[in-house]
């Protein structure tokens, strides 16, 4: 469903629900950081799936439903149905019966702020029945808030996949009809209706500090180190901290260099390689560690902060920073830190690394301002122009490499997913880094451009921006694409959680094998013959996430 159409039953719901719309509205305290509304989807999520129901007297609410919503509610977050009915394009209920069910939902489950139902089936090929996203966009500009700033709570792949084609959440509750591999494919999965809401609770609490800093932070030490894409998923919280100190200094790796000079809110750069983050480490150099303590010492911080991902250990750095007299020290740390951490935190799996990052700053006083959404942002001053010969903007960029091959999509499933989009009248643009010269003028040269090796991570940047789309796979570029709110068709290998290092609150379709045997082995390289996660990936499926996402060929979008 497109923002100039509009179905008739989600006119009638406006009408209906206006009213509460309209209570909901005033809100003094600071909006909080990630969500305005939870939208739920209706059978096997709030109520029991009695197929094609269209008799009032056979709603039964899931367990715990009513107190989980009155939770929501009082946390101040709006709510909405969102429902696929094809009963009523097949005729087996009226309207009027379906209403009668839904004033009975509310019956027993309370107001709910917005209804949308799509009231097609497959065949109708309309926008709006999940996996399509156009009910949750409906919904969003219903509740007056953008789909970035929803959570989505279903049971089947279908409601993840509409949340993700919209750049919203999506809380899988999985009941035994949910299949196995939309268990697999889902990001986030709750037990059932009131775990789900207590997460969505938890991680809205987590992002905002219960307390201010105790004492005014004038200079703050951020640490991310690893490569680029670890270092555009901190750029979230690096400008929570920014906005409650008066500079910052980032330290960060060498490879993650180029990722760091397009993050706002940093004022200056200290790059040195840590032995216990980089995945192909030199031997530990005492000289060198004295020398990085020295200079981290010189730099006068009263705070540092200190972020990582699930996998990799802040203490070593924590004990430099002691070194160099630093007294306020906050990192995540599941291993016990003695005396090493002034503030540790701890977060449980499954959180996406923005958020992940954000919870940290908040427990070190920072919250992002009003108005600066969590989402990735470049710097405008740091992304040079798009290179002329690229053509007009419009194009998709497919970008087949990874710094890690385990996440890499295969060249050969890569050179047919070109052919297929250049098929499909879409113009392809094919990035890669000077090292993935040679593949990326294969990849090319089944309908597509090679830019391989012509750009440095900046203009890689400037090229996605103007894209309509980007296929790619779990690296840097994705992340590039989230920051400049351009859809991602995301070939993700399995080995971290998707959970964790999806594309983040920026409109999404997940292709390859969730359940392949690599998954959560964090592996570098593809542990499994054959790659199989990604070499099974169908062309036309790209194809068809392309349209879902609302991404034409032709060059329009
Ligand atoms: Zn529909």
Redesign the pocket.
């Known amino acids: 469903?497109r923002q100039d159409q509009e179905d008739p039953y989600q006119r009638r719901s406006a009408q209906v629900y206006a009213a509460a719309d309209r209570a909901a509205g005033s809100v003094a305290s600071p909006r909080a950081v990630l969500y305005d509304a939870v939208l739920l989807d209706r059978d096997g999520t709030l109520i029991e799936d009695v197929p094609y129901n269209g008799d009032p007297e056979k709603v039964r609410p899931v367990p715990g439903a009513r107190a989980a919503l009155d939770r929501l509610r009082a946390a101040g977050l709006r709510l909405a149905v969102v429902t696929n009915q094809s009963g009523l394009a097949r005729g087996y209920f009226t309207g009027e019966q379906m209403w009668a069910v839904h004033a009975r939902v509310e019956e027993l489950l309370g107001r709910f702020d917005a209804w949308l139902v799509?009231?097609?089936d497959d065949a109708?090929g309309?926008?709006?029945?999940k996996p399509a996203p156009?009910l949750v966009y409906a919904a969003a500009r219903e509740l007056g808030t953008t789909p970035s700033r929803c959570v989505l709570v279903g049971d089947i792949g279908r409601d993840v996949g509409a949340a993700m084609a919209a750049g919203a959440a999506g809380v899988l509750v999985p009941t035994p009809v949910t299949r196995p591999e939309e268990v697999a494919a889902a990001g986030w999965v709750a037990t059932d209706l009131p775990a789900a809401v207590a997460e969505i609770l938890r991680r809205q609490q987590a992002v905002q500090p219960s307390t201010p800093p105790t004492e005014p932070v004038r200079t703050a030490l951020v640490v991310r180190s690893d490569s680029a894409g670890d270092v555009l998923v901190t750029g979230p919280a690096i400008r929570a901290v920014a906005a409650g100190a008066e500079r910052v200094v980032l330290l960060c790796g060498p490879r993650g260099r180029a990722a760091a000079n397009l993050l706002p809110g940093v004022d200056e750069i200290i790059e040195h390689p840590l032995p216990w983050i980089d995945p192909a480490p030199g031997p530990v150099d005492p000289e060198a560690m004295r020398s990085l303590s020295t200079r981290l010492g010189a730099v006068g911080a009263d705070q540092a902060v200190v972020f990582t991902s699930f996998h990799q250990s802040a203490l070593p750095l924590a004990l430099l920073l002691r070194m160099a007299g630093i007294n306020r020290i906050a990192a995540i740390s599941d291993d016990y830190p003695g005396s090493l951490l002034d503030i540790r935190h701890r977060v449980p799996v499954g959180v996406p690394e923005p958020e992940r990052a954000l919870s940290l700053a908040a427990a070190a006083g920072h919250r992002l301002p009003d108005g600066d959404e969590p989402v990735l942002r470049l710097r405008r001053d740091a992304v040079p122009p798009r290179p002329a010969d690229v053509g007009d903007p419009g194009y998709v960029v497919l970008h087949p490499g990874s710094a890690a091959s385990s996440r890499a999509c295969p060249p050969e499933v890569a050179t047919r997913i070109v052919g297929a989009l250049a098929d499909a009248g879409h113009r392809v643009l094919v990035t890669g880094g000077p090292d993935e010269r040679a593949v990326t003028a294969r990849v090319a040269a089944a309908g597509g451009t090679d830019l391989g090796g012509r750009t440095d991570l900046a203009g890689l940047a400037a090229i996605v921006a103007d894209a309509s789309a980007v296929v790619v796979g779990n690296t840097g570029p994705a992340h590039l694409a989230a920051a400049a709110g351009v859809p991602v068709v995301s070939l993700f290998a399995p080995t971290v959680p998707f959970g964790q290092w999806g594309p983040y609150r920026v409109p999404t379709v997940r292709l390859g094998d969730a359940a392949a045997p690599c998954r959560d082995t964090r592996a570098a390289s593809c542990p499994v013959p054959g790659h199989p996660c990604l070499s099974g990936v169908d062309p036309g499926d790209v194809v068809n996430a392309l349209r879902t996402l609302a991404v034409s060929g032709g060059g329009g979008r």
Do not use: A, L, S, T
């Open positions: 469903m799509c009231p097609h109708d309309c926008d709006c029945r156009g």
